[in-house]
């Protein structure tokens, strides 16, 4: 299977890292908004071609599928394209930063039939495996969650540090992982939430801290934190709190609510979450099915992510 990946930045190589190690997989093109620094990346995961225009990469008729880790802005729009020239995609979360364009990414996907997937890492992480697991068994059902989603970033900086052409943003971005692995966990439908957000950056032009708090149709309830002014601890740590126990996931490190580690090595066949998501991606496509988290499985936390923007931008009106 040859794949194309848009966007070589901090999170492109980390899915170059985990397709190098899946059989059977070449990456045939690296598109990047500068032409060095797509060609330096080609080059280093071997990829005979590379470029600055995602259309280059749907024009390879050797090209199965494309991964999309490009700005946020840029998503919907380009995954309906990577559909429309007949290729499998993964799109890195979010999917779209408008309910109407998560919307029509969808209808796209069940016109053609083709593989569209959504990078919502968390369903793939050993430790959030390890407690869905548990919930499939029976063994454990959640009552409440609490999430804590922290980071210093006053600049467009990416997870490398160096600079982003674009503003990332904690509610269509960031608020994605947290409130889809709710819904999936749960196995239920958010019914109530709310949101609330602090002052805007003047540079930046979006809102540093912001409270959100939802609740299902079967009673649970998510309380969740996100802060872009965080100097301290960074990361997304998830607190489990259920019926026969608490559990605390902080990316691939699970502990009990006691802080009593959990092995979660044995749970899959990587502890590399990208890695894993990877290779749902190429096992749907060469199975022929949907894969966990795609576009129609994740969509219901873009219609909630939709409910709450509007709900800020009615709060920004009173102020």
Not at 103 to 129: D, I, W, Y
Not at 145 to 159: H, L, P, V, W
Request: include cysteine.
């Amino acid at each position: 299977m040859k794949i194309a990946l848009a966007g070589a930045g901090a999170f492109g190589e980390k899915h170059l890292d985990g397709l190098k190690n899946i059989e059977g997989v070449e990456i045939a093109s690296v598109i990047s908004r500068r032409a060095e620094q797509a060609a330096d990346v080609a080059k280093k995961y071997g990829a005979p071609h590379s470029g600055t225009e995602l259309s280059e990469a749907l024009a390879l008729p050797d090209v199965d599928a494309v991964i999309l880790c490009t700005p946020t802005q840029m998503h919907a729009e380009q995954a309906i394209a990577c559909m429309d020239a007949g290729k499998h995609v993964q799109v890195e979360i979010p999917l779209a930063d408008s309910w109407e364009d998560a919307q029509a990414v969808e209808a796209k996907a069940k016109e053609t039939g083709l593989v569209c997937m959504v990078g919502h890492t968390r369903r793939f992480n050993p430790s959030h495996q390890w407690v869905k697991n548990r919930i499939d068994a029976g063994e454990f059902n959640i009552q409440a969650m609490d999430i804590e989603t922290f980071f210093f970033r006053r600049k467009n900086m990416n997870a490398k540090g160096e600079p982003r052409s674009w503003t990332d943003h904690l509610l269509w971005h960031h608020s994605a992982h947290s409130i889809d692995i709710f819904q999936y966990m749960t196995g239920a439908k958010v019914v109530a939430a709310n949101a609330l957000q602090g002052p805007k950056n003047t540079d930046l032009g979006i809102a540093m801290d912001m409270s959100i708090q939802m609740k299902t149709d079967k009673g649970q309830i998510l309380t969740l934190a996100l802060s872009f002014n965080n100097d301290g601890p960074l990361g997304t740590f998830f607190r489990y709190i259920g019926d026969t126990g608490t559990y605390i996931a902080r990316y691939d490190d699970l502990v009990t609510g006691r802080e009593e580690p959990i092995d979660v090595s044995k749970v899959d066949v990587s502890m590399n979450g990208i890695e894993l998501q990877d290779r749902e991606f190429v096992a749907a496509i060469t199975e022929g099915r949907q894969p966990n988290s795609s576009v129609s499985d994740v969509l219901d936390c873009y219609r909630v992510i939709g409910e709450l923007a509007q709900s800020l931008e009615a709060q920004d009106g009173w102020s």
